[in-house]
C-alpha cells in the first residue's frame, strides 16, 4: 500500500449534497466503454482470494495459516485458469492478472506452475497499488474479477471493504471492492465486465452493476462459514460466463462518480476512529468521518490515510490476546517500552531500525 497525504482541506470541507440537473442527487455516471485503439483486446483480472470455489474456511485466505492457505492457493488457480479460458474463448488477444488480495504471501498467491500459460502475471519492482496506479488509457479493453466478496455489513462470508472493520461510502453510497475498481477504471471508460463471488455479493452488485456476468460460487452462511456449491459445476460455469462477458463486453457500462466526490470512511470493530472525535476541522460523527474530494482519485488517496488511522483500534484486540496470553505483565512492559522509547529519543541514544537486508531485486504482483 502505499502511503499517502490526507489533505487537511478534504476534511474541513465537510460533505455536501450535489444535485444533478433538474434536481435530486446525482452520484455516477454510465457510460459507454471506451472504443478500442490499438486492435488488441486486453482484459485485466483482479483476484481476491475470500470468494473461491470449493472455499468455506477462512484460514484458506490468509498466509499466516500456511497449511490451509495451500488450499486456497489451488482453489484459487483453478477458479483463474477457468475464468481465463473463457475470457480467450470469447476473444480477448491477452489476458493479464494482478493481485487484490494481499496476503502477505511475498510470492504470488497463484500457484504459477499451474496458471493458464497464456495468462501474465502483472508484476512491478517497486510497490504499487493494483485499484489506482494501472489505469492507463487506451491499453486495457475490460476488467474481470475472481474470488471477491461481499461489502462490510452485508453477512458475507467473510465481508469486509478494503480491509477489517472498514465501511467506504462514495456519494452516499456504500461500496464493495469490485465497485472501487469500477469506479478508477472508469475514469478511462474501462468496464468490469465479470465477477465471482458468494450470494451477498450477487446482491450487492446487482443493483450498481446489472450489466456485469456474476457466478455465484457459494452461499454464505455467516462471515466465517459458507455452502460450496460443486466444485467441477462451477468452474465449467466460470468458463462460460466468463466467455459471454467478453463477447459482450462493449455493452457493458463504465462508471464513474459525480464530482465533487462525497467520501466517507465507517469504522466497525476492529477499526476504530472514535480517536478524531473532537480535532478541529475533522467532520466525525458516529464511526464516520467524511470529506469532499474534487475526483475519485483524490476520494481514494483521502480514504486510504483514514484507513491507517482507524487500524489504531486493532491494538485494543492485541491488549486483550497478551492479557490472556500472560496476565497484566504485558500492561507493564508495554508502558515500560514506551517510555524507554521516549527516554532513549531525548537522550540521542535511540536510532531507527535498519530495513531488512534484500535478498536481490524483488516484484511486486499487486496487493501485499
Known sequence: M????????????????????????????????????????????YHDMEGLTGQS?????????????????????????????????GGADEVHIVDGHGSGNPEPDLLLEDLDPRAELVSRDAVFDAYVDLIEPGFYDAVAVVGMHAKTGSGGFAS?????????????????????????????????????????LALDLAGPM???????????????????????????????TARRAME?????????????????????????????????????RDQRVSFQASDFGEAYDGLIELVT???GGYSVVLSEVARRMSGEGF??????????RWLDFESGRWLPLEPSPSSGQRTYHGFR
Open 331 to 340: 500492561d507493564l512492559a508495554y508502558s515500560d517500552a514506551l517510555f524507554d
Open 248 to 284: 459482450n463486453y462493449r455493452n457493458a457500462s463504465s462508471m464513474r462518480l459525480e464530482e465533487p466526490v462525497q467520501a466517507v470512511l465507517h469504522a466497525v470493530p476492529p477499526a476504530d476512529l472514535s480517536m478524531l472525535d473532537g480535532v478541529p476541522g475533522i467532520k466525525y
Open 309 to 311: 488511522v482507524a487500524g
Open 160 to 200: 469486509h471493504t478494503f480491509t477489517l472493520g472498514i465501511d467506504i461510502l462514495f456519494n452516499d453510497m456504500p461500496v464493495t471492492e469490485t465497485e472501487i475498481i469500477g469506479y478508477s477504471w472508469g475514469r478511462v471508460g474501462v468496464p468490469v465486465i465479470f465477477a465471482s463471488g458468494d450470494d451477498r
Open 210 to 240: 446489472p450489466w456485469v456476468e456474476f457466478v455465484t460460487v457459494k452461499t454464505a452462511t455467516s462471515a466465517s462459514t459458507a455452502d460450496p456449491r460443486p466444485v467441477d459445476e462451477v468452474r465449467v460455469e466460470l468458463t462460460a
Open 2 to 45: 502505499r502511503h499517502l497525504t490526507l489533505t487537511l482541506t478534504w476534511l474541513l470541507a465537510g460533505a455536501c449534497t450535489t444535485q444533478a440537473p433538474g434536481g435530486g442527487t446525482a452520484s455516477r455516471i454510465l457510460e459507454e466503454p471506451t472504443q478500442d485503439t490499438d486492435g488488441i483486446t486486453r482484459v485485466l483480472v
Open 57 to 89: 474456511d477462512p484460514k484458506t485466505f490468509r498466509f499466516a495459516h500456511s497449511d490451509r492457505y495451500a488450499v486456497g492457493r489451488t482453489y484459487l488457480t483453478g477458479d483463474v485458469n477457468a475464468v481465463v479460458a473463457g475470457l480467450f474463448e
